[in-house]
């Protein structure tokens, strides 16, 4: 497996002490830090201690101290103590003008034959009416579950 050497500075390891000290973080971010402060192997560290100490001591797999090596060398300080952001990023399909579209349907009688709107229902009439391109139900039961009002109630009007 490649190595991946952790070298902190005097300020970074002041931080991570303050950090692992404190309690008040999520855990595996204090676990991540005190990972880091082990594993330092730069001037400021009286002591280091190998990866097999640390998991037994810390209780944890030798693969989590590796991850955390890693991403620290690669990405940051940041990135190793809070875990991987997500990079996917989505364009939101829907805008407050459709989901004004989207409850008034939902608040309106439903299609012949039909006791109430069903979420696929929904999904099919606003396409079907070019309020949008397409859509799953599942977005609509998300837009729907916003509202605070029952919709498929006849009380509502």
Known sequence: MKKYTVTLSEDERKTLGELASKGTQKSQK??????LLGCDEGEYQTG?????????????????????????????IEV????????RTYAKKTD???????IALSCSDPPEGFARWSLR??????????Y?????????????KKTKSNHGNAKNG
């Open 30 to 35: 204090i676990l991540n830090a005190l990972i």
């Open 48 to 76: 280091r201690s190998t990866n097999e100490e640390i998991a037994r001591v810390l209780q944890i797999s030798m693969k989590k101290i590796d991850r955390v090596k890693k991403r620290f060398v690669e990405e940051g």
């Open 80 to 87: 190793a103590l809070n875990n991987k952001k997500n990079s």
């Open 96 to 102: 407050g003008d459709f989901e004004a579209h989207l």
């Open 121 to 130: 229902l929904l999904a099919d009439k606003v396409v079907e009416l070019n």
């Open 132 to 144: 949008i391109d397409s859509i799953s139900h599942e977005t609509v039961r998300g837009v729907l």
